[in-house]
């Protein structure tokens, strides 16, 4: 049936609305916010999924408030101009950030789906009863609830009740670190995070399609670019298939970030590239083992993988292995790799068993305090 014809599939006739009840919703939004001493506003992946980044950009710009996205939002609002902070990540993210979000006493959420991924790290600092929750066709102002507002329509409500301004925040956006110092130390995580953003800083942004792990917490501490991660369902083996199907649909070089044990499962992809001429620069993080199972349990043998030639492997496959262990070496695997194009380059990384970042020794620590203070009530 690949070849079969199909009939044109015709869009669903948009959901009835009422007016009367989004322009309410707006006014109440908008005196609140007008209240305020600290606004701030978070996106979440709704704002991607409804094509809205432009328009809410431009919104935090009439209201003249910070931006922050949510974990599951990192990536949102690359390329319009708004005053974006940095990702709320609770207490394993950026404490100014936090003291941002946490400090709101006027908190408006635009399509951020309230999960533990999103809000378990806050450590209950965010009262999410008094926040305004626009998502999943509804949204929350405090206890009030006006059910069938769908973002979209938000949005319009709320842009044809503010004024235009003129604004530069352009100067806000804090950069991400650099300068990693290329010499014969061992690569650890956060080396590589410094090492990309060199790259980013000499060669342009790339966007980027992390797997599940530490190779995720490690991409929050890359220069602020489009990215895709499965931070919903967790689930591992995403990276390196989400990275094709990206580069196939936009034609942009992607770099992906993967783990070995997530590599074992779907990197054997990567044999494609060669027919359809695909060639993202992939970053492998080895540590012979599933590294963040391992931190939330240590001990377990079956955390151990054993060790794949995964460079070696990449030849066969039609791509360019290259096996870094020290910082220097990263450094000329990723210079290498963006100048050979046409094919795919994997640079396999060797990490020392136990090496992680910071941000997900953080994470799981404020899970663990999370989860002990629940079992304790």
Known sequence: MVEAECEP??????????????????EEILTRMGNATRPVLMVGVEVRRFGLEDRIAELAGRLDIPVVTSLMGRGLMVAPGAPLAGTYMGVAGDPGVAEIVEG???LLLLGVILSDTNFGVSGQRVDLRRAII???????????????????????????????????????RAPAAGGMVADDGQVTPPDIALAVNDLFDEHGLMPIASDMGDCWFTAMDIRHTPLVAPGYYATMGFGVPAGLGIQAATGERMLILVGDGAFQMTGW????????????????????????????QPGPQYHDLGHWKFAEIADALGGRGHRVATRERLKEALDEAVADRGRFQLIEVMLERGAISSRLQQFVEAIRAATAGAAET
């Open 9 to 26: 599939v015709e869009p669903l006739e948009p959901s009835p609305v009422d007016p009367e009840a989004i322009a309410a919703c707006a």
């Open 104 to 106: 709101s006493d006027a």
């Open 134 to 172: 626009a998502a999943d066709r509804g949204v929350r102002v405090g206890f009030h609830t006006y059910p069938d507002v769908p973002l979209a329509d938000l949005i319009d409500a709320l842009m044809a009740r503010t004024a235009a301004r003129d604004v530069n925040p352009a100067a806000e």
């Open 269 to 296: 992809e990567l044999g494609h590239c060669h027919r359809y001429g695909w060639d993202p620069i992939v970053i492998v993080f080895n540590n012979s083992g599933w590294e963040m199972l391992r931190t939330f």
